[in-house]
């Protein structure tokens, strides 16, 4: 891949949702990240978990259950690599939420309240900072990938014209049970759980990317977990979106005079 930051980054996002109990309000929440100041258009933004693939990543394949690449490359419409996709949104989602969408030793999800799973938290830094590969964690702690409660919704590529290009598909998953996301306070710096309604509300006014609003408004179509879930699951094409960046108005000042006569 060119090191020309205006070639699209191969990048993973997970759209990570839950179910509130009635006595609060019937329907399903977001979680939202905010990315820490760093300087660049995404600075201070509220996000989904993501980020780049990651060249460990494919050394996973072996530890994922119920997709393989051959099958995730045709759902993403690519030659190879598509599980690649999956296992990055999986390790953003640990590194920057605290989520991990894994089965323990026992084919049970993963629990990060015990013992095991404190020191299994205790490596979402090093994770993060690449001292530790997903795959060594995988051997260490017996973990099996659930990809296949990963489900492929969006596909969004950076207008051309941003310094900074990515090329990131989007993946719905549910909080798994026994788990809470935890900001790392290093990518990301605050969090919150929001009905879609209330992410989309004028009165929001946390900043959200045009990717992370669509996305939210394709989620807040269905009143609850299991009728979104039907959906993600249901065959349909995922479109590429490529926006186009707004043309400045030309200043009329600029314009060509009329030529005196």
Request: net charge negative.
């Amino acid at each position: 891949m060119s090191d020309d930051k205006t070639t699209p980054r191969l990048a993973a996002t997970i759209v990570v949702v839950r179910e509130v109990a009635p006595a609060t309000f019937a329907g399903l929440e977001v979680l939202l990240l905010r990315r820490a100041d760093k300087g660049d258009h995404n600075s201070g933004a509220w996000v989904f978990p993501g980020g780049l693939l990651d060249a460990t990543d494919r050394a996973c394949h072996a530890f994922c259950d119920g997709l393989d690449d051959v099958r995730a490359s045709a759902l993403l419409g690519v030659p190879e690599g598509g599980l690649d996709h999956f296992v990055a949104a999986i390790r953003e989602s640990f590194e920057e939420a605290g989520v991990l969408f894994a089965d323990g030793p026992d084919a049970q999800p993963v629990k990060l309240h015990d013992d095991a799973g404190h020191r299994l938290a205790a490596q979402r830094v090093p994770l993060g900072r690449g001292e530790v590969a997903l795959a060594d964690l995988c051997r260490e702690f017996g973990l099996r990938l659930k990809v296949d409660h990963l489900f492929y919704i969006g596909h969004w590529v950076t207008p051309v014209g941003r310094a900074k290009r990515f090329d990131t598909r989007f993946f719905l998953a549910v909080l798994p049970p026994g788990q809470e996301s935890r900001h790392d306070e290093v990518e990301t710096v605050e969090q919150v759980w929001l009905r879609p309604a209330e992410a989309l509300s004028p009165e929001n006014s946390r900043r959200l990317m045009t990717p992370t609003r669509a996305m939210i408004e394709q989620v807040g179509r269905f009143g609850g977990v299991e009728a979104l879930l039907a959906w993600a699951r249901s065959p349909r094409e995922v479109p590429r979106v490529l926006p186009v960046l707004p043309v400045p108005p030309e200043d009329p000042s600029s314009a060509p005079k009329e030529a005196p006569r």
